[in-house]
């Protein structure tokens, strides 16, 4: 069964960093391209970040460009995102998403969800 | 970055009816469009794929259609689970981008 869990979320102050992590299972994590996607409480869904499967493409939206780093480990299927100058925009639920194989582009599997609220 | 629209924002609908929604994009995505499910505190779960391919356990009763600028998303006989809100995706370009969602309610 396929299975990300996303973990790392919490309260953090305008200008502090966190580290997302999506723990991935069920699955050959290597071979698919990765997402981080994130909603704002009561707001739709906003694509942040893009990983390929061997991290040489990534992408990100520019609303966190130069502030958010995306990365992963294939050795410990892991998916990262590490965000740092946090504003209180960037307050939402981070959602990890696989990308479909081979030709397909769409997100078939989504974790949980980790809630990261910037507040003072 | 290529807009999603989609329509109506919200919709109210009744067991058994038939609802459409719409999406379109900005600029040309050939077939590169997919709808999402969302039910509230859950993360989104994918119904429709490169416009009209269903995702594996998706009921028939969902469908889609559309290429270039126009899609469909197609419920056709609502079930009280189908109550959610929707979400279209383009994937031709990156930032992938969202429409703005479309809820659907029971009337």
């Known amino acids: 069964e396929v299975q990300l869990v996303e973990s790392g979320g919490g309260l953090v102050q305008p200008g502090g960093s966190l580290r997302l992590s999506c723990a991935a299972s069920?699955?050959?994590?290597?071979?698919?391209?990765m997402n981080w996607v994130r909603q704002a409480p009561g707001k739709g869904l906003e694509w942040v970040s893009y990983?390929?499967?061997?991290?040489?493409?990534?992408y990100y939206a520019d609303s966190v460009k130069g502030r958010f780093t995306i990365s992963r480990d294939n050795a410990k299927n892991s998916l990262f995102l590490l965000m740092n100058s946090l504003r209180a925009e960037d307050t939402a639920v981070y959602y990890c998403?696989?990308?479909?194989?081979?030709?397909?582009?769409?997100?078939?599997?989504w974790g949980q969800g980790t809630l990261v609220t910037v507040s003072s | 970055d290529i807009q999603m629209t989609q329509s109506p924002s919200s919709v109210s609908a009744s067991v058994g009816d038939r609802v459409t929604i719409t999406c379109r994009a900005s600029?040309?995505?050939?077939?590169?469009l997919a709808w999402y499910q969302q039910k509230p505190g859950k993360a989104p779960k994918l119904l429709i794929y490169?416009?009209?391919s269903l995702q594996s356990g998706v009921p028939s009763r969902f469908s889609g259609s559309g290429s270039g600028t126009d899609f469909t998303l197609t419920i056709s006989s609502l079930q009280p689970e189908d109550f959610a809100t929707y979400y279209c995706q383009q994937a031709n370009n990156f930032p992938r981008t969202f429409g703005q969602g479309t809820k659907l309610e029971i009337k």
């Open positions: 600029q040309g995505i050939s077939s590169w």
């Open positions: 998403a696989r990308r479909m194989t081979n030709a397909w582009r769409a997100f078939d599997y």
């Open positions: 069920g699955f050959t994590f290597s071979s698919y391209s």
């Open positions: 990983i390929s499967s061997s991290s040489p493409t990534i």
């Open positions: 490169d416009a009209s």
